[in-house]
C-alpha cells in the first residue's frame, strides 16, 4: 500500500477515530485484498513509530496537573494513543508536528484519544478472513520502541 492511499484511507476518519469512525475504516479496508490489509498495518505502525520520539513522549498532558501543579507526564499508553491521534488527524498535521513539537501537545489531552485506530486492521483482517489475526509489523509502535527516537533509552 503507498503512503497515499495509506492516508486516503486515513481521511475517512475526519479527523478523530472514534469507536464508529474506526468501525467504518476497518469495513472499508476489508473490502480490499489481504494483501491491502497487510499494507494498512504496516504504514500504520511506521507512521506511529516515527512518532515515538522523546520531543513528543516528554510533553506534559495537555488538561492534567500533578501534586502541587506540576506537569502530568504521559504514560506509555497515553503517548501510544496520543500518537494515534496525530496519524488519524491526517497526514497534514501528521507532517507538521515533525516541524513543531509543540503542534503534538494538543493530542496529549485526555480528550483526544486515538486507541480505537490500534484494532483497525485486526478488524478489517478478521472482516475480510474470518479468522483472527495473529500479525506482526516490521516497525513496532509500542511507545519507546523507536531507539533513533529515544537517544537517552540507548544501552
Same mark, same amino acid.
Given at each position: 500500500?503507498?503512503? !497515499?492511499?495509506?492516508?486516503? @484511507? &486515513?481521511?475517512? *476518519? ?10 467504518? *475504516?476497518?469495513?472499508? @479496508? ?6 491491502? &490489509?497487510?499494507?494498512?498495518? /504496516? ?7 516515527? #512518532?515515538?520520539? /522523546? +520531543?513528543?513522549? =516528554? #510533553?506534559? %498532558?495537555?488538561? #492534567?496537573? !500533578? ?10 499508553? %497515553? ?7 496525530? %496519524? ?10 515533525? @516541524?513543531?513539537?509543540? +503542534? ?12 480505537? #485506530?490500534?484494532?483497525?486492521?485486526? /478488524? ?6 474470518? /479468522?483472527?489475526?495473529?500479525?506482526? =509489523? ?14 537517552? *533509552?540507548?544501552?
Amino acid at each position: 500500500m503507498t503512503w !497515499a492511499d495509506f492516508w486516503a @484511507l &486515513i481521511a475517512t *476518519l475526519n479527523g478523530e477515530a472514534t469507536e464508529e469512525s474506526c468501525r467504518r *475504516l476497518a469495513q472499508e @479496508l476489508s473490502r480490499r485484498s489481504v494483501s491491502d &490489509i497487510v499494507g494498512f498495518a /504496516e504504514r500504520h505502525a511506521e507512521a506511529l513509530y516515527r #512518532l515515538d520520539q /522523546e +520531543k513528543f513522549g =516528554t #510533553l506534559p %498532558v495537555v488538561d #492534567l496537573t !500533578a501534586r502541587f501543579g506540576s506537569p502530568f507526564r504521559q504514560s506509555s499508553d %497515553v503517548f501510544l494513543y496520543a500518537r494515534c491521534a496525530v %496519524v488519524a488527524a491526517g497526514q497534514a498535521v501528521w507532517e507538521s508536528v515533525f @516541524l513543531d513539537a509543540d +503542534k503534538f501537545a494538543p493530542y496529549t489531552s485526555s480528550e483526544c484519544d486515538g486507541e480505537w #485506530l490500534l484494532y483497525v486492521p485486526d /478488524e478489517a483482517y478478521e472482516l475480510a478472513a474470518g /479468522e483472527e489475526w495473529d500479525r506482526s =509489523t516490521r516497525y513496532c509502535f509500542e511507545s519507546y520502541s523507536n531507539r533513533d527516537g529515544w537517544p537517552g *533509552l540507548r544501552d
